[in-house]
């Protein structure tokens, strides 16, 4: 059983009453930021609050039995929560009584997509999103999501528009027709959010100064105390605060949008697999579905593995844990989850060592489903989208534009791309496309690849190294010497060649050098696959430089090109490419003593060169014997 559940291996290692004592606290903690989180992402993903709280509950209980984190605190997140309301608002003709199923149906799919990656063993499929697609889009949902709250914000009706900048541009444009109470609620709400965030910040580096030592000694004032604990559930602070504001001004006759009677108790299952309606659109939901296991997985992953100091998280596990979650869930009228950043720290920070904590918070949701839900009738939308903008602002990766403007500005084009992409046209398709132009932007980088001519740095030992960047290499003599510092395939196989022909046409015309280049040298250090079309090129390469007197001749090659090699050899039935140690022994290669004309011994290089030729023809091949007395033909010398 505890390999299937690890929960229970942990339980019997460690005791039961030890494993929830240390979750008890965490679970506390969390339970007061997950209830207002909860009910403003239901809003973000235009449903009714209450199913923020299902989605609180039940799939917490799921995560806690097959989840391999002990800090990952699961429940409604606000990237998904935007991504179902947009799927479902991009579906045409929308019968009004079958959203909250197709949510429902969204969800399942969703968890089904990621049991099945898991099962699968592709864990590492998120890194088909690169860091610059997630930096790109994550800024431009944080923009849209704040963008559709402005209308609770301003209190304004905003229409439905198909692209997300339409919306930003029309709440905007409602900032002259705002209502003066709603207004007023949401800025007061962001001056306390704001104060509390800076206030725990600032007392937070206090706490770390070790120098600050006369405070330590000062005993904090219940006023200091109590601030820091509304700082530290900010959200939940700030919400009350909000129900007790709104609760005022209605009982004054002034009108305040607020949540309104919410249901009481644990809700009918969902009855989504049963509506044939619903089922219909199915086929619609599978690519926004699949998007959104991607984007969640990655988000819950990041949060385990920032928090995991062990690191026993096991992605596939993890996949598993999460997307049934979502398929229970599903059937208990819950929106998407995945792990939170934000109460997973609480959930760290409080001493969460097993997934028991969600258990724990999930009976705590529960309790405020059977018990106190009448409590959030008087809590205004104006705060819940103030405590949605606040949370939301964090994900705005304006660093990571600074970084990849001033490191690679290929990477800064693919951020870009994204961000304007997903504003622009859509969330699914800023992601298409970002993710599009990220694979484009590495096949050209690896279609020019580096390929420096190296030059000999003498040092302790011979040592090889591109020319341009070490000014006191030397170029060899009457050899050329190239590495490729990329795999060689169908994409750069040609530019590769053009290169080599090119330097060669460069040394051949100059004056500088003392004869023609003759050798040839490929350093394949770097090259970790060569596929068809390198071999093709290189047995073309090849035959080309030996029709013009050139040796070619590989070194560095790993042991999978070795076997690339020697299969190429196989089925091209042909000679093997000429294979080297060093460099430097492919420049110098074997010596043999010969005699020349029966009277002058000497040493030659067995390489086949146009000196050689040259040199043959003068003294005639027939007189030509190595010591033994054997003729030495063309193919096997070069005069020293």
């Known amino acids: 059983m505890g390999n299937v559940f690890p929960i229970v291996n942990i339980v019997k290692e460690r005791g039961a009453g030890a494993v929830v004592k240390e979750s008890l606290i965490p679970a506390i903690s969390v339970l007061f930021l997950i209830v207002p989180q909860s009910l403003a992402y239901a809003l973000l ?12 509950a039940f799939p917490l209980l799921a995560y806690t039995l097959l989840g391999t984190s002990g800090q990952v605190a699961a429940g409604p997140v606000a990237m998904l929560s935007l991504l179902s309301a947009d799927a479902i608002s991009m579906l045409p003709n929308v019968d009004p009584a079958d959203k909250l199923a197709l949510i429902h149906l969204l969800t399942f799919m969703l968890g089904m997509f990621s049991v099945i990656l898991g099962l699968l063993r592709l864990g590492n499929i998120t890194q088909l999103l690169s860091h610059e697609v997630l930096s790109g889009f994550t800024t431009a949902a944080a923009i849209i999501i704040g963008s559709s709250q402005l209308k609770y914000v301003f209190g304004v009706q905003i229409g439905r528009h198909r692209y997300p900048i339409g919306t930003l541009i029309e709440s905007l444009s409602q900032i002259p027709n705002a209502n003066i109470v709603e207004l007023s609620i949401s800025a007061f709400s962001f001056l306390v959010l704001i104060l509390l965030k800076i206030w725990k910040k600032r007392n937070s580096v206090r706490g770390n100064n070790n120098n600050d030592g006369a405070r330590k000694n000062v005993r904090p004032s219940m006023i200091f105390k109590l601030i820091s604990i509304a700082a530290k559930f900010s959200a939940l602070f700030v919400v009350g605060l909000g129900s007790i504001i709104a609760g005022v001004l209605m009982a004054n006759g002034i009108n305040v949008k607020v ?31 699949f998007t959104m296991a991607l984007i969640g997985f990655a988000e819950t992953y990041a949060a385990a593995k920032a928090y995991d100091e062990n690191e026993v998280v096991e992605p596939n596990r993890e996949l598993v844990a999460m997307g049934t979650a979502n398929v229970v869930g599903s059937f208990l009228n819950a929106i998407p989850v995945a792990g939170s950043l934000s109460r997973t720290a609480v959930n760290a920070d409080a001493g969460s060592k097993t997934t028991l904590s969600n258990f724990f918070t999930g009976l705590g949701v529960i309790l405020v489903l059977l018990l106190l839900s009448p409590i959030i ?18 994900l705005i990766k304006v660093e990571a534009f600074k970084q990849a403007w001033k490191v690679h500005r290929s990477d800064f084009v693919v951020l870009i791309m994204t961000l304007v992409a997903t504003l622009g046209l859509g969330i699914e398709t800023g992601i298409a496309i970002g993710a599009i132009v990220s694979i484009l932007n590495i096949i050209r980088e690896n279609a020019s690849p580096h390929m420096p001519l190296l030059g000999k740095v003498d040092t302790e030992g011979p040592q090889w190294r591109d020319i341009e ?25 040609a530019a590769f060649k053009k290169k080599v022909i090119s330097e ?15 050798n040839v040298i490929i350093d394949l250090t770097p090259v970790n696959r060569v596929d068809l079309s390198g071999l093709l090129m290189l047995s073309s390469l090849e035959d080309k430089l030996k029709a013009d007197g050139i040796a070619l001749a590989f070194v560095g090659a790993k042991g999978a090109v070795r076997d690339t090699f020697q299969r190429w050899v196989l089925a091209s039935e042909t000679d093997l490419f000429q294979q080297c140690p060093t460099v430097q022994k492919a420049i110098q290669p074997k ?13 030659v290089r067995f390489r086949e060169t146009k000196k050689v030729k040259k040199k043959v023809e003068e003294v005639g091949e027939s007189k030509t014997e190595d010591s033994h007395g054997s003729p030495i033909g063309v193919r096997d010398i070069e005069m020293v």
């Open 45 to 56: 993903a235009d449903v009714p609050p209450i199913y923020g709280l299902y989605s609180s």
């Open 591 to 603: 010596t043999v003593d010969v005699v020349i004309d029966n009277q002058v011994e000497t040493k």
């Open 504 to 518: 060669l046409n460069i040394r051949n015309d100059s004056k500088e050098d003392d004869g023609n280049i003759d």
């Open 377 to 394: 009738e008087y809590v205004p939308y104006s705060t819940l989208a103030s405590v949605i903008i606040t949370a939301v602002v964090g």
């Open 469 to 493: 960047r070490s000014p006191n290499a030397n170029l060899p003599p009457n050899s050329l010497v190239f590495r490729l510092d990329s795999s060689l395939f169908f994409g750069n196989s």
């Open 259 to 289: 949540v309104g009677k919410q249901p009481t108790g644990i809700p009918a299952p969902s009855m989504m697999l049963s509506n044939p309606s619903v089922l219909a659109r199915l086929p619609e939901l599978i690519l926004p579905s």
